[in-house]
C-alpha cells in the first residue's frame, strides 16, 4: 500500500469516528500489531434522561360562592292571610323554590348546584317520586344545616280543588310523615299546592294540618315542560330581582345546563338567596 493510500484511508477512519462520537482526539485510537493507528469503535451513547412530565393540571377551582344568608335577628312575622307570593321589601332577598323532583339526575344535579354555590333554596317535593330517596344521602346534609329547606307538595301532585277533603288530607299527611321518617323535619307551615290551586276546603284541611301558609310565587323560570336553555336564562334574567319567589321544577335536564348563567345573574345583581325560614320567624 503506497503513503497516499494510508493517508487515505486513516482520513476515512477519522471521519468515520467524528461522525459516530463528535470530537476525536489521540486517546480514541487503537494500534494493530504493526503500529497502525485504527478508530477506536465509540463508545456507547450514555442512556437517555428521563422526559420530563409536564406538571398536572390543577382541578379547575370551584366558582365562587355567594353571598351568605342574612342575619337571623332580621327574621319577620309571616304576613296575614295565609298565602305568600313574595318577600318583604327589606334587602336584596331572593327566594329560588324548585318543585316536584321527577328527574332523579335533575334533583342530584340541583344539590351539586346548591353545594357548589352556597345558593340556598326551598324544595317543594313529592315523595311519590324516588329522586327523593335515592338523593337522599347527598340532600340530607344540606337540610340538616339549613341551606335547602323542604315545604309540602303533596305525596302525588293531584290538583287539590278536584278532589274530597280526605284525599287533601291523605296527601299532605303522608308527604309529611314521608319528610319526617326521610329527612327528619317538620316542613309546616308551607305547603304548595300543585298547579297554584287551591280554594278554602284546600286552607281548611292544610291548617288543621298545621300548614297555614300555601307558598305561591311572583316569578317562574317557566320550566315545567321541556323548553331550550335560553329561555330558562331569559326567565331568570326577567325575574332574579329583589323579593322575588321564583318557581322553577326539578323534572327536566337543560335548567342543569345552564347553573353558571344562574349564578351569574345572582351574583351581577348583588342577589342574597333565601329559604323561607331565612327570612320568617317560625309560628308558634
Known sequence: MSKGDVNRRRLLVLAAAVVAGGTVTAADWLYDGQGRPQARPPSPAPPAAPPV??????AASPPPRLLPPPDPRHRVRLPGGGVLSQLPANDNTMALTVDDGVNSEVVRLYIRFARDTGVRMTFFLNGVNKSWTDNRDELRPLVDSGQIQLGNHTWSHPDLTTVSSSTIRAELVRNDLFMKDTYGVDAAPYFRPP??????????VAADLGYTVATLWSGSLADSTVISEDYIVKMANRYFTPRTIVLGHLNHLPVTHVYGALVEIIRARNIRTVTLNDVFLPQR
Open 53 to 58: 412530565l409536564a406538571a398536572a393540571t390543577p
Open 195 to 204: 298547579y297554584g290551586k287551591y280554594n278554602s276546603a284546600v286552607e281548611a
